[in-house]
């Protein structure tokens, strides 16, 4: 199947079902720019080393994702664990380990901007840079989660927020010095290619010197996205 | 004594980092924080190598001062990358 991601075109080979369905949304008819096979062989090894994830489908699944990630940083662009939303145009990621609760954060926005907010992307957005663009765009992907939400835009990114639990809720800025260790778990840089790991993490670099950055700590109640909201917009509104 | 890993070297928010890459490392092993010194120590180690032979390349290829303890320098670098687990002695 071809599809159409961060506005590559993609060719996944031989897909089960079950990637079948998840690709489907960004299914394309255009000539692919490059192609990606996952053997059975693949599969056995990854099903080896990776101890919570059982199900055959969703190794060949998740062995996609790893291909093209190991792609990406040679055509300005890298994947980040982050959840992505798009609140009228303006991106924000928020980042964290997975079971800090990025889904249940955004949720919360949601609740509190309705229609104006869309979930471009849940888990997994690629972060493709331009020339002559500001911001880089965060991109919905076929790999959002378990939840799966998602969806096959892009937005650019303006706001990367790295999120932790906490009792009381606070936002606050953040230098790009002070998210070096978190970013280098959140964002993926390639295992196999010297050159797409060099890439991949200028690319880091630019996207944190680009982006706003901020360290939310938030407890599960719906004033958690009202600070975060408040704080965020208000400076962008000033800047603006 | 050599690296175990190809490492790639570049700069993020302002920081040197040295970063393996290879299907095989764990993550505490996969990421070094390092200085222009350390980047030159992990060139050299590259190759199979010795302390004394880094400390001869450092005095050949820098300016050195007679009070700076350059064998004490490299065996401390050469101490942080045996307990980030990449150095095959």
New interface residues.
Partial sequence: MICRIADFNIEFKNLSQFASKRFLPFKSDSSPMVSFSVSKKEIATHKKLISNIHNENVLEFTLFQNKVSEWLPLNNTIYLHAALIDIEGTGVAFAALSGTGKTTHILLWQKLLGDKLIIVNGDRPFIRFFENEKYPYGYGTPWCGKENFGTTGRVPLKHLCFIERGEKNTCIPL???E??ED??KQAY??????QA??NA??L??KM?NTCNLWKITCNMDLEAAEVAYNTIFKEQNNEA | MKLKY?F?I??????K?A?A???N?KYYSR?IKINDTGAYIMEKLKDDTTVKDIVKAIKTDFEVSADQNIEQMVNNFIEKLKEADVLEC
């Fill in positions: 230098k790009p010095s998210v070096l970013i280098l840089i390639p295992r196999n290619d010297p790991a060099f993490v200028t880091i670099n944190l | 190809d790639i570049n700069d993020i928010a302002g920081q980092v970063i890459v290879s299907d490392v990421f």
